[in-house]
């Protein structure tokens, strides 16, 4: 395995319109299309193909060495075509690779169909904005496209904090400093700490992973900052709650304060299949904190924030996931089933549905097509 090799196998990610690709021994290259995964008719990988792989994606680093290492979480790039967010890992003497796609270019808020609400919400001058979601829903891109939104608009300064850096941001009327953890800074909190020292207008932290940062992060917002980060959860309460939970018991109250005082909004992220079948439509629920929202923290009535949320869609364009499931189906951007099955009340949805006037219908199966990768992409 060269390097030609590999980059031709990289290339069929970005042209083709993967999300991720695996190289794992003893199985053909996968692509992950539209969340499935398809097999390239190539060849079985072999131990001695992916370790020659994991090298020429580490290259010269001298940060990084294969002998002795477990995981590795670094990016690699095709100049002028392509980058990726690459983690290595060890099985049973071997290596497996996967890499995510990144694009060169950074889609704007329409490309990506999400609400177009988030370019005001880029445009905070202080607080805390948050965008959450599983692994894969898209929260590394929208935070691209909110700096993005910033770097177009604004003169000012930004700092982005990343494991690895994923997007390449050129400077348009901002200037913008990207610092990789690992590389350029021991950790995210050390790099946050450091940041508050350099001048900066916003700050893009890439993850939000432990106490230390999320206390780093809210002492920059507190001193007149915005700082834009994500976190692994599944919508609004769930982000509240599991942020608190990395401080000890006793100091709940003060962080939910903090929050309270600092969050400016949460954008929670869900991609779905598309009607067609050839594709995926994000739903979001979109949080923008009120004095009614900052009851509910302060005083932990968590489970009334997906109430407040949906009452504020017309003066604050916030919605729930249910609402925006709703609007998808309508649309004809999403089928039925799918719309039920990913909200968040299944039964309050099928009455929201009734009330709003549409009889649930069996779709007619539509012929979702396969992905294939022709013959004229042999090796």
Not at 71 to 93: H, Q
Not at 127 to 133: I, N, S
Not at 185 to 210: C, H, K, N
Request: proline share 4%.
């Amino acid at each position: 395995m060269d390097r030609e090799r590999l980059h031709r196998l990289l290339r069929l990610g970005f042209e083709k319109g993967a999300s991720d690709i695996h190289f794992q021994v003893g199985c053909l290259p996968l692509y992950r299309f539209n969340g499935e995964l398809v097999e390239l008719r190539f060849k079985v990988l072999e131990p001695s193909d992916t370790e020659a792989m994991s090298r020429i994606l580490i290259g010269g680093d001298p940060e990084r060495q294969l002998e002795g290492a477990s995981e590795i979480d670094l990016a690699y790039e095709i100049p002028d075509e392509g980058r990726f967010r690459v983690n290595i890992s060890r099985e049973r003497r071997s290596y497996n690779i996967v890499l995510r796609v990144i694009p060169i270019e950074i889609k704007s808020f329409d490309e990506l169909n999400l609400p177009g609400i988030l370019a005001k919400i880029a445009d905070i001058r202080r607080g805390l904005v948050l965008v959450t979601g599983a692994t894969g829903m898209g929260k590394s891109t929208t935070l691209a496209t909110m700096i993005e939104q910033v770097n177009k608009t604004r003169k000012c300064k930004i700092i982005t904090i990343e494991d690895p850096v994923e997007f390449i941001f050129r400077h348009e009327r901002a200037i913008i400093t990207q610092r990789e953890v690992g590389t350029d800074t021991p950790s995210f909190p050390a790099a946050l700490r450091a940041a508050l020292r350099q001048d900066p207008d916003v700050i893009m932290v890439g993850e939000i992973r432990d106490k230390e940062t999320v206390d780093t992060a809210l002492k920059a917002a507190e001193t007149g900052h915005a700082v834009f980060s994500s976190i692994h959860t599944s919508d609004v309460a769930s982000s509240i709650r599991r942020i608190v939970s990395f401080f000890p018991a006793e100091e709940a109250h003060q962080v939910r304060d903090r929050l309270a005082d600092n969050v400016q909004a949460i954008i929670s992220l869900r991609l779905l299949p598309n009607k067609k079948g050839n594709g995926r439509v994000p739903a979001v629920e979109l949080m923008r904190m009120t004095r009614s929202l900052q009851s509910c923290l302060r005083h932990d009535k968590l489970d009334e924030i997906s109430g407040h949320i949906a009452r504020g869609r017309e003066h604050m364009q916030m919605q729930t996931f249910d609402q925006h499931l709703l609007d998808l189906y309508q649309a004809g951007k999403v089928s039925l089933d799918v719309a039920s099955t990913a909200a968040s009340n299944p039964r309050d949805f099928a009455t929201q549905l009734a009330l709003e006037g549409d009889e649930p219908s069996i779709d007619a199966p539509e012929d979702p097509g396969t992905v294939e990768i022709g013959d004229d992409e042999r090796f």
